[in-house]
């Protein structure tokens, strides 16, 4: 089962810019799903950010369209999540995911979390 291992993240004002990066264990080319999502402080659930399925295209969020964007490096195993134009409401942790397809079954990963605050 692939793993997932997050960086970077961190404290920023407002209208500052992180990127985060996810290394998987396996080819993300081999990946059925991957994408970025996020807890806000408060809450029990976790929000997709930006998810990019087996079709190619990224869906991101309407609340972070047009200012994060997702890419992918498939020689480095790993996806980003480049932030820009951050906002306090974005404070959250962020998770990368993962479905990977083993053997006709799905399996899900989920990366260790990094924490990314803005401030005011």
């Known amino acids: 089962q692939v793993q997932l291992v997050e960086s970077g993240g961190g404290l920023v004002q407002a209208g500052g810019s992180l990127e985060l990066s996810c290394t998987a264990s396996?080819?993300?080319?081999?990946?059925?799903?991957m994408g970025w999502y996020r807890q806000a402080p408060g809450t029990d659930e976790r929000q997709p950010v930006a998810?990019?399925?087996?079709?190619?295209?990224?869906r991101y969020a309407d609340s972070v369209k047009g200012r994060f964007t997702m890419s992918g490096d498939n020689a480095k195993n790993t996806m980003y999540l480049q932030m820009n134009n951050l906002k306090p409401e974005d404070t959250a942790v962020y998770y990368c995911?993962?479905?990977?397809?083993?053997?006709?079954?799905?399996?899900?990963?989920w990366g260790q979390g990094t924490q990314v605050t803005v401030s005011s």
């Open positions: 995911y993962a479905v990977q397809l083993v053997d006709s079954r799905d399996y899900e990963t």
């Open positions: 396996v080819g993300i080319s081999r990946l059925k799903v």
């Open positions: 998810v990019i399925l087996g079709d190619g295209i990224i």
